[in-house]
């Protein structure tokens, strides 16, 4: 079953750090993987994408690597900065109309 | 760059009344989609919507919901008898044809009391 809770893991790096954030998903049948970021009272906003013939896939500092055999998806933003601060969300889509997403990670950026 | 836009931003309803929250999806996306997410939980998928009809809907989407796409530019969801639970904030996304991203907008946060 999904899990949810009120409690988001968080990530707190420094500023200029990278950052490295995980998340585990369900369907292996699921053959598109997406990042979102979403600041407070906002909506997600799309940060990268990969399909699951590819396992590694680069963005503008941001990286996002797909391992299939155990079913893990990893986001690493290089040179963290306070605006990066957020909760990210991994989602999955498996062929069919909807995504299914992750619980979150808070990235908390210090200074 | 376009966007999804959504009004209104906030609603606050009494138990039992309707509502209905409105979006305007990105101009040449044919796919659209409502999601809620409760205060605290992660983004749930309630709809998606293609060629004027629902094509896939989760188990939370019950005959209290509806949604339209009136006119050209809008798509709306509707809750035709609002509960205390359904106090959220409710997401719209839409994206093209051809891709697969989906893009979202600001959200309206519903609350019921």
């Known amino acids: 079953g999904e899990s949810v809770g009120l409690h988001l893991p968080t990530l707190s790096v420094q500023e200029g750090d990278n950052s490295i954030i995980n998340c585990a998903y369900s369907?292996?049948?699921?053959?598109?993987f997406i990042w979102y970021k979403q600041e407070s009272g906002k909506g997600p906003q799309f940060i990268i994408d990969?399909?699951?013939?590819?396992d590694k896939r680069q963005g503008q500092r941001v990286t996002v690597l797909l391992n299939k055999t155990v079913k893990h998806l990893s986001l690493q933003i290089a040179a963290t900065q306070p605006g990066d601060s957020a909760v990210y969300f991994c989602a999955e889509n498996d062929r069919g109309n909807k995504l299914t997403f992750g619980t979150g990670t808070q990235l908390k950026v210090e200074l | 760059e376009p966007e999804v836009t959504q009004t209104p931003s906030h609603q606050v309803t009494q138990m039992g009344q309707e509502v209905i929250l409105r979006c305007v999806p990105i101009?040449?996306?044919?796919?659209f989609y409502w999601y809620r997410q409760i205060l605290g939980q992660k983004v749930e998928f309630l709809v998606s919507?293609?060629?004027?009809?629902?094509?896939?809907k989760s188990e939370i989407f019950d005959d209290q919901f509806s949604v339209e796409r009136p006119d050209g530019s809008n798509f709306t969801l509707k809750i035709r008898s609002t509960k205390l639970e359904d106090s959220a904030m409710y997401f719209c996304?839409?994206?093209?044809?051809?891709?697969?991203?989906?893009?979202f907008g600001p959200g309206t946060r519903l609350l019921v009391l």
């Open positions: 996304a839409s994206r093209t044809g051809g891709g697969e991203t989906q893009y």
């Open positions: 369907n292996s049948a699921s053959d598109y």
């Open positions: 990969i399909r699951s013939n590819m």
């Open positions: 101009s040449n996306h044919l796919y």
């Open positions: 919507f293609y060629n004027n009809e629902i094509s896939e």
